[in-house]
């Protein structure tokens, strides 16, 4: 096992082609992923986006888009091993002690924590104004936000 390996999954009601053109858009990869390189390995059209990841990790990412009701469950994969210091791509064994897993464990935390942000704020971006219960807005609906 990975020793980052992140598994999310977050509704959010709005239109699969929306959500399938943001995920898509790299200008986003940067500001969601700071600390990573992504390359796609895999263009899913409206199901997502699969990249290897070089940087603070190696290993893969994914986001999948699943249709449900009327919106999107967004489903987040991140797998990887820290990196050598100085190295994009070579992996790093932290050493099997209590010390090797507290700071996988803060890795872990700090990706999980910053993904929940990510995903929260693009569900309030595409949801815009709609209340619990209501109707998916359409992308010219005044309640939504750009």
């Given at each position: 096992m990975a020793g980052v390996d992140l598994v999310d999954e977050t509704y959010v009601v709005a239109p699969r082609t929306?959500?399938?053109?943001?995920?898509?858009d790299p200008a986003r990869w940067r500001q969601w992923w700071p600390s990573l390189d992504l390359v796609v390995f895999m263009d899913r059209g409206l199901?997502?986006?699969?990249?290897?990841?070089?940087?603070?990790?190696?290993?893969s990412a994914e986001i999948w888009l699943e249709a449900q009701g009327d919106?999107?469950?967004?489903?987040?994969?991140?797998?990887?091993e820290p990196t050598v210091p100085g190295?994009?791509?070579?992996?790093?064994?932290?050493?099997?002690?209590a010390r090797g897993r507290r700071e996988l464990d803060r890795l872990r935390r700090r990706h999980a924590i910053a993904w929940k942000q990510v995903v929260w704020a693009l569900k309030d971006e595409m949801e815009g104004g709609r209340r619990p219960g209501e109707p998916v807005l359409s992308a010219t609906s005044e309640g939504r936000r750009g």
């Open positions: 929306l959500i399938a053109a943001v995920v898509a199901d997502g986006v699969r990249w290897s990841i070089t940087g603070e990790l190696v290993g919106g999107v469950l967004v489903h987040y994969y991140l797998r990887g190295s994009p791509a070579t992996a790093r064994a932290l050493p099997e002690s």
